[in-house]
Nanobody
Framework: VQLQASGGGSVQAGQSLKLSCIAS????????MGWYRQAPGKDRELVAE???????FYADSVKGRFTISRDNAKSTVYLQMNSLKPEDTAVYYC?????????WGRGTLVTVSS
């Protein structure tokens, strides 16, 4: 699976961004999709995931602010990020898991200034 993330940028605290990740392959609807992030000097962490049956999980730090969604017809997963904080600054990566195989896309940088 090849993944291409986009939508990152530089915003001020309180603003919003929407990330997109397009996946290759004809069985996107079977993929479990996730968004991870890695801040400078920190480990990569799970931000949100959305299973192929529609179950969503969010890290506590983003609950109520971020929303993960998918459009199977477009083979795309989204991450709507509202009320951004400086601590959300990181490189964001999308991830796909299907049949025990995991793929990563290139990251997209999100910078939030105070």
């Amino acid at each position: 699976v090849q993944l291409q993330a986009s939508g990152g940028g530089s915003v001020q605290a309180g603003q919003s961004l929407k990330l997109s990740c397009i996946a290759s392959g004809s069985i996107f609807s079977r993929y479990n999709m996730g968004w991870y992030r890695q801040a400078p000097g920190k480990d990569r962490e799970l931000v949100a995931e959305l299973t192929n049956v529609g179950s969503a999980f969010y890290a506590d730090s983003v609950k109520g602010r971020f929303t993960i969604s998918r459009d199977n017809a477009k083979s795309t997963v989204y991450l709507q990020m509202n009320s951004l904080k400086p601590e959300d600054t990181a490189v964001y990566y999308c991830n796909a898991e299907v049949y025990g195989s995991t793929s990563w896309g290139r990251g997209t940088l999100v910078t939030v200034s105070s």
